[in-house]
Every structure is written in C-alpha cells, then in structure tokens.
C-alpha cells in the first residue's frame, strides 16, 4: 500500500516508520527542511507516563479564570474573536468534572504504556541514541495544601498501573541530591522511577534518517497546496517546493494528516471539523557551568507547572499552556516575561548550575515556542476521517513526546487492518469496552509532559 504522511513532528515520523515496518510505501511530507523543527523541536524531554493528566478538572475553571490576570500563570487563556477558540473553551468546560477526568485519565494512560513500550522496541531496533535518561521523573511541591492533595493524584495513576509513590522531601532528596541548594522551600513529591527524559528532535530527526534509508521519500520544504476530494474520498494531495515553486500530485492509498495544531485548519478543507486547538509553550534551553551539579532526574515543579530535564550538557526548562490563537512570537512583552519566568526558576531550583545569563549578560539563552495541538480532553485524535482514504493522528497536547512511538504505531496498525492492544476509542472508529491482550510499559525502577 502506498501511504502519503503530511507533517514530520514525532507523531508523523513515529507512524511513518511502523507502516515502512509492514510493508507499505510512505511519502512524508514537511514544510520545513527537516524533521522535528516545529511542535517537536525542544519540547520538556519528558517521557512522562505518570503526568498522564489531562487539564481539564473540576478545579480548572475556577483556576483558568484566575491565572487570565498574570502573564506568568500556566495556563492562560487570551481571548480571540475567533469562534474556534469559544467553542474549544466550552468542550473544554465540559471536561471539567470528576467523571469525564477519570474517563480520560484511562485513555491516556493506556496510550501512555502502550507508546512507552512502543518507543522501547524502537530504541532496541535502531539503537538511536537521543541524550536518553532513564532516571524516572520527579515531581515536587512547594506548598502543603498541594502536597496533600499528591497522594489523590498518585493514587488515581496506581489505578491504572502506574507506580508513582508519594515521597518526603528527604526521600526526594536522596533520588535527586542537585535539589539540596532549593531543599528548604519543598515539602515534598512523587516519583515515578519507570519514566525516562531525552530530546525528542534528536530521536525525531534518527528516525527520519531511517526512514528515508528504508525507502521512504522525504518531500522537506514543501507545503500542502491542496487535499483534492471527489466523491467522498481523496483522490491526491498537491504539495509546492518551497525552493523552486513546483507543484506536483501525490496519490496514494491512504494519506495521514499529522500536522499538529495545523491539522485543523488542513482538514477543514475537505469539510472534516476536529477539536483541535493551538496551546502555546515556551521552553529555555540553558548550557550547563558545573555539569557535577546538574540533575540527573527529570522533575516537575507543582507551583509553576514547568518540567526540566537534563540534555547531555544543556538543561532544558519548559511549560505554559496559552491559548491565544496561532501565535509564535518570542519577541512580545507577554513572551519574554513567561521565557524569563522559566530561566529564573532555574536559577532558584540549581543556582549557579547553569548559565541563566540574559544575551545582553553575554549569556546564551536557546528560548523557543511552539503550538501544543490540544483537545479539549487532551486525548488525541488517531483514526479514519469520514472521508475516504483520509486519517488522522494529531491532538495530542504536551504529551506528543510520551505518546509519540505508541501512535505512530497504532495508526499504522489501523490502517493495516490490525486492531492495537490497548482500550482506546479510535478516532472514527467504535468505542473499545476493553483491550485486546493489552500491553502496558514495563513499570520497573529503573529503567524510568510534555511535548
């Protein structure tokens, strides 16, 4: 079968691979030179399984409505004259209730051990090597009204099988020494020894390289002119060098749209509406200046909602949620406050570890945004689109990362007419009551959101 993937983020490079596995032909097609350069690019390295969280909860609105008023909050809604956005806002309020939270929780953690397992084989196949880290990730509060509430969230992961454990500040201590110099403000975590960290554009672009050196044609550079529909089903897709203006016709068996954020405006084309909204992040990427005192472990800072991890001799710090449209200005007083609230944190949490020096300090910085596609139940959406020949992989929100091998996989398996082993409601598809010989990641300690 011959399959056209639009968009090379770790979502449609990880599907371009598993079909390139069973035997199918792939066209990857990206508007940029290379793979991994938009959403993909320096997302917060965590392979995350236990923040299988989705945000909508029954506290969410009450703190969406308090965090519009400081530009540094997590999650900041920017209101738009845009429709899309309103509607996206209500689905999401919808969400907002215990219910639909652990409905969710349960998708999202299934996806979660599944791709986790998946990007396991992945790495045992290539040999890819991507700054991996299997230390599993640490998540640690700074005020006792959330520490307390830990133990509801650990519990509600133990649930579905994954071992994250309530732990005191000297149990945190002792799994991440670099914490000591930030130990007097902490009151406590969790850890969950079976996550891991590593940088997704590295492991990305080894993939690329693999795919094209098993067959795949790698169209970089060319933009979506067109998706041609007659008769309910696509019969091509007309893509434009960006170097040389040309344009040609792609026809194919199937097409998977994987573009991120921009797979909504691309699918509305052919009259397919999903529920995909643009949620802005910001990550720093920061040189190490004494590699000793660097952490080893990833973390997650409860009060900011930010993660950091170790990338060989950088440490990157990433986070925000802010929806406000299609929106990737780095430059805006809005921007810079969130990107400085990022390297500040870093310097209280390590001081003195890493080079937190603005450029005008002589220091350099590596500030970058992207666009979280997300759903209003940050489950994403992997499946058959009403129109013939047409699927979707994308929505994914800041769990792209943790979830990245695992959906490439799956829809691969879709289309292959395989059914995965996991309780997921498919996109297009009947729901699923329980999976078949479902498969989870190995929860062990060591080995071990976001995206």
Known sequence: MQVTVLGAGIIGVSTAWHLLQRGHTVTLVDRQPDAALETSFANAAQISVSYCEPWANREAPLKALKWMFSATSPLLFRPQIDPAQWRWGLQFLGQCNDAAFERNVAQLVALGSYSHAALKDVVAETGIEYHRLERGIAHYYTDQKSFDGAAGAAAVMQKFG??????????????????????????????????????????????????????????????????????????????????????????????????????????????????????????????????????????????LKIAMSRLGNQLRVAGTIELGGFDLSLDTPLAK??????????????????????????????????????????????????????????????LGWTHGAGS???????????????????????????????????????????A
């Not at 870093?346 to 596609?373: H, S």
Request: net charge positive; with cysteine.
């Open 337 to 398: 406050k969130r990107c400085e609230m990022l390297v500040k944190r870093i310097e209280e949490v390590f001081p003195g570890v890493a080079d937190t020096r603005t450029p005008e300090q002589g220091g350099d910085p590596q500030f970058w945004t992207g666009l979280r596609p997300a759903t209003p139940t940050n489950i994403p959406l992997m499946g058959r689109t009403t129109v013939g020949k047409l699927w979707v992989n994308a929505g994914h929100g800041t």
């Open 162 to 303: 994954v071992k994250r454990k309530v732990i005191s500040r000297d149990e945190l201590l002792k799994i991440e020494p670099a914490l000591t110099a930030f130990a007097n403000r902490i009151v406590g975590g969790t850890f969950t020894p079976s996550d891991e960290s590593g940088d997704a554009r590295v492991f990305t672009q080894q993939l690329a390289a693999l795919c094209a050196q098993r067959g795949a044609q790698m169209l970089y550079s060319h933009d979506v002119e067109a998706i041609d529909a007659t008769g309910g089903s696509v019969q091509q897709v007309r893509v434009r060098d960006r170097a040389t203006g040309a344009t040609r016709a792609l026809k194919a068996d199937a097409y998977v749209v994987a573009c991120g954020a921009y797979t909504t405006p691309l699918l509305k084309r052919v009259g397919v509406q999903v529920p995909i909204y643009p949620g802005k992040g910001y990550s720093a990427t920061l040189p190490l200046l004494q590699p000793d005192k660097a952490p080893q472990v990833s973390m997650i800072d409860d009060q």
């Open 408 to 450: 490439g996989k799956a829809l691969a398996e879709l289309i292959n007419g395989e059914q995965p082993a996991m309780a997921f409601d498919f996109y297009g598809m009947k729901p699923q009551t329980k999976a078949p010989m479902a498969r989870t990641a190995q929860m062990q300690a060591l080995p071990p959101s976001q």
